[in-house]
């Protein structure tokens, strides 16, 4: 079976990361020849590119993002470095396609998956784009693996627009509860489900393989903070010396939300960090400080204690809480004007009800892909 596959792939270490593990599943385990959909250029940095980001995000946000990108060396070492893997690990189409020429891919594909990541998320894409699938023909295969919608509500004329969407759908899925039951209330049925964003769909070997070999020595704190202010950064300080550890970072992670005291913030700074770099920072960490979801799953598959700073918007936040739930662990949620003292009061996390956690929304994960690619 041939199935092309929708999703974000660059620029993003999460990103990147969700879309290696689900095509690494679905080619390894259950042998689907699946090859994922090019909607860029080849390069990182092209005039296409330029073009389709003054078209959907605006003047302003392009100028920020190519500044947040490619303003620095160190920064255009780490789109690089973000390209290499992509062209040694993503299997990709070599034709490029947008919305005008995808529906060519129905001569080629037997069906289509869309997920995972926010691209379901309206503020992000339209409803009638590629992310939904409107270009497959009705005898296509259609199946959607965890995309995140990541909104609470929706007008009238949202509803009927994604109910119109999903009605050939062969199997529907989200990656957080919350999408779900909008979804579901959408439609009219129980038919999505919640499953795991990808990068807990594979075993954690899969990320052992590629992290093996131990990146920064002695105790450190990782921080992985795409937005978050000068305080919070200020206050990792202050615990970072009480606790007497380097802190090691990843700084100018949002482009378009440059917190200029990243150029001060941190004993090591890890500018020009691979996605191999970006987990085994997680993995040998003695804790984590993040406002990401995915910096959020790999410290728990690498049992790291972590504490999340909120994030601007309740969409982005109920991915956070969302997983929390998922996996049976209290808040972790913290703020600048936290004292040590608070976090130190939080419950130690409970590891092996994670990893039970994990395992029993694996396999329901696992069985609703291999039951959604068994559809006639």
Same mark, same amino acid.
């Given at each position: 079976?041939?199935?092309?596959?929708?999703?974000?792939?660059?620029?993003?270490?999460?990103?990147?990361?969700?879309?290696?593990?689900?095509?690494?599943?679905?080619?390894?385990?259950?042998?689907?020849?699946?090859?994922?959909?090019?909607?860029?250029?080849?390069?990182?940095?092209?005039?296409?590119?330029?073009? +389709?980001?003054?078209? *959907?995000?605006?003047?302003?946000?392009?100028?920020?993002?190519?500044?947040?990108?490619?303003? $620095?060396?160190?920064?255009?070492?780490?789109?690089?470095?973000?390209?290499?893997?992509?062209?040694?690990?993503?299997?990709?189409?070599?034709?490029?396609?947008?919305?005008?020429?995808?529906?060519?891919?129905?001569?080629?594909?037997?069906?289509?998956?869309?997920?995972?990541?926010?691209?379901?998320?309206?503020?992000?894409?339209?409803?009638?784009?590629?992310?939904? $699938? *409107?270009?497959? +023909?009705?005898?296509?295969?259609?199946?959607?693996?965890?995309?995140?919608?990541?909104?609470?509500?929706?007008?009238?004329?949202?509803?009927?627009?994604?109910?119109?969407?999903?009605?050939?759908?062969? =199997?529907?899925?989200?990656?957080?509860?919350?999408?779900?039951?909008?979804?579901? !209330?959408?439609?009219?049925?129980?038919?999505? !489900?919640?499953?795991?964003?990808?990068?807990?769909?594979?075993?954690?070997?899969?990320?052992?393989?590629?992290?093996?070999?131990? $990146?920064?020595?002695?105790?450190?704190?990782?921080?992985?903070? $795409?937005?978050?202010?000068?305080?919070?950064?200020?206050?990792?300080?202050?615990?970072?010396?009480?606790?007497?550890?380097?802190?090691?970072?990843?700084?100018?992670?949002?482009?378009?939300?440059?917190?200029?005291? /990243?150029?001060?913030?941190?004993?090591?700074?890890?500018?020009?960090?691979?996605?191999?770099?970006?987990?085994?920072?997680?993995?040998?960490?003695?804790?984590?400080? *993040?406002?990401?979801?995915?910096?959020?799953?790999?410290?728990?598959?690498?049992?790291?204690?972590?504490?999340?700073?909120? !994030?601007?918007?309740?969409?982005?936040?109920?991915?956070?809480?969302?997983?929390?739930?998922?996996?049976?662990?209290?808040?972790?949620?913290?703020?600048?004007?936290?004292?040590?003292?608070?976090?130190?009061?939080?419950?130690?996390?409970?590891? =092996?009800?994670?990893?039970?956690?994990?395992?029993?929304?694996?396999?329901?994960?696992?069985?609703?892909?291999?039951?959604?690619?068994?559809? /006639?």
């Amino acid at each position: 079976m041939k199935i092309a596959g929708i999703t974000w792939w660059r620029n993003n270490y999460g990103s990147i990361l969700q879309a290696f593990a689900l095509q690494k599943y679905l080619r390894e385990e259950e042998n689907v020849d699946y090859i994922i959909v090019n909607q860029y250029s080849k390069k990182m940095a092209s005039l296409n590119n330029l073009v +389709n980001k003054l078209k *959907t995000v605006g003047l302003k946000k392009t100028v920020q993002r190519l500044i947040g990108r490619f303003g $620095l060396k160190k920064l255009r070492d780490r789109v690089s470095n973000l390209q290499s893997f992509v062209d040694n690990n993503l299997v990709v189409t070599d034709l490029i396609f947008d919305e005008d020429n995808i529906s060519a891919l129905n001569d080629e594909f037997d069906g289509f998956m869309c997920g995972s990541d926010q691209i379901w998320n309206p503020s992000n894409t339209r409803l009638d784009s590629m992310y939904w $699938l *409107t270009f497959a +023909n009705d005898n296509k295969l259609k199946i959607s693996y965890a995309p995140s919608i990541g909104i609470e509500s929706v007008t009238d004329k949202q509803k009927k627009e994604i109910r119109e969407n999903l009605r050939t759908f062969n =199997a529907i899925s989200s990656r957080e509860e919350s999408g779900t039951t909008l979804i579901n !209330k959408i439609i009219g049925s129980e038919s999505c !489900k919640t499953v795991l964003d990808p990068t807990m769909l594979v075993n954690r070997i899969t990320w052992d393989a590629i992290s093996d070999s131990r $990146l920064c020595q002695g105790k450190y704190i990782f921080v992985y903070l $795409l937005r978050g202010t000068k305080d919070d950064r200020k206050w990792i300080e202050e615990y970072s010396r009480k606790k007497h550890m380097r802190i090691v970072t990843i700084p100018f992670l949002d482009g378009e939300n440059l917190v200029l005291y /990243d150029f001060k913030f941190g004993d090591l700074k890890l500018w020009s960090a691979t996605p191999q770099d970006f987990i085994n920072a997680i993995r040998y960490a003695e804790c984590v400080f *993040t406002d990401s979801f995915h910096c959020m799953v790999f410290s728990c598959l690498y049992h790291r204690t972590f504490y999340i700073f909120k !994030k601007l918007g309740n969409h982005q936040m109920n991915r956070l809480i969302g997983l929390h739930s998922t996996l049976g662990i209290n808040s972790r949620i913290i703020s600048s004007e936290s004292t040590i003292g608070d976090i130190e009061k939080l419950a130690p996390i409970d590891w =092996a009800g994670v990893d039970r956690k994990i395992e029993e929304r694996r396999k329901i994960s696992q069985e609703y892909l291999h039951s959604a690619l068994s559809c /006639d």
